[in-house]
């Protein structure tokens, strides 16, 4: 079991936009494959302040070490969405590629990574959402906890426009056993 909680800071940094916090299930079913069960909270800056979305999440995520100084992995993911007000939903899944380069000799620095997620609307059944990450960095902090500093680029589908966002974020992983 993990939990993760993730921070994020876009358009104006001295302000917090977005907070979520995962508490997620794990089994992994061979050397490849992962699936996981999770529950989200997920607190986001709106116009009238911040408003609160909770998620289930399922996921079925391969991983290959392709060398000793690369691996490849995709996360797949099916999000059932509540969300405060009258608009629930829609449900989404969400794809990301990520490649990671392990560090050996670092310190508490543990790899290098860069990742693309799409999100796709199952409602209106088109991409909506964009996530470019050409930089992440994992610190180990101990034996259950790691800390991922990252940038990424989010680009969000409005109506027929695309807009797009730069955002520093945090996350802090626990591993609960």
């Known amino acids: ?3 993760h909680e993730e921070s994020r800071w876009n358009r104006d940094s ?3 936009n977005e907070q979520l916090i995962t508490p997620q299930i794990l089994w992994q079913a061979n050397e490849i494959w992962r699936f996981s069960v999770a529950y989200t909270y997920y607190r986001y800056h709106s116009g009238n302040g ?3 979305e909770h998620r289930l999440e399922l996921e079925a995520n391969p991983h290959w070490k392709l060398t000793d100084w690369v691996t ?3 996360r797949n993911r099916l999000e059932v969405r509540f969300r405060d007000g009258p608009s629930n939903g829609p449900e989404r899944t969400r794809h990301r ?3 990671t380069f392990p560090l050996a000799h670092a310190g508490p620095l543990q790899s290098l990574y860069f990742n693309d997620e799409f999100f796709l609307d ?3 059944k088109q991409l909506n959402q964009n ?3 050409p930089l992440g960095l994992s610190f180990k902090l101990n034996d259950h906890a790691q800390l991922r500093l990252y940038y990424l680029v989010q680009s969000i589908r409005t109506h027929a426009e695309w807009d797009h966002a730069h955002v520093l974020g ?3 992983q626990f591993q609960l056993k």
Do not use: E, K
Request: hydrophobic letters at 40%; zero cysteines; glycine letters at 0%.
């Open 170 to 172: 945090t996350q802090l």
């Open 14 to 16: 001295s302000r917090l």
């Open 1 to 3: 079991m993990q939990l």
């Open 131 to 133: 996530r470019l990450t």
């Open 72 to 74: 490849l992995d995709l």
């Open 122 to 124: 199952l409602d209106h």
């Open 50 to 52: 911040f408003d609160n």
């Open 97 to 99: 590629i990520q490649y």
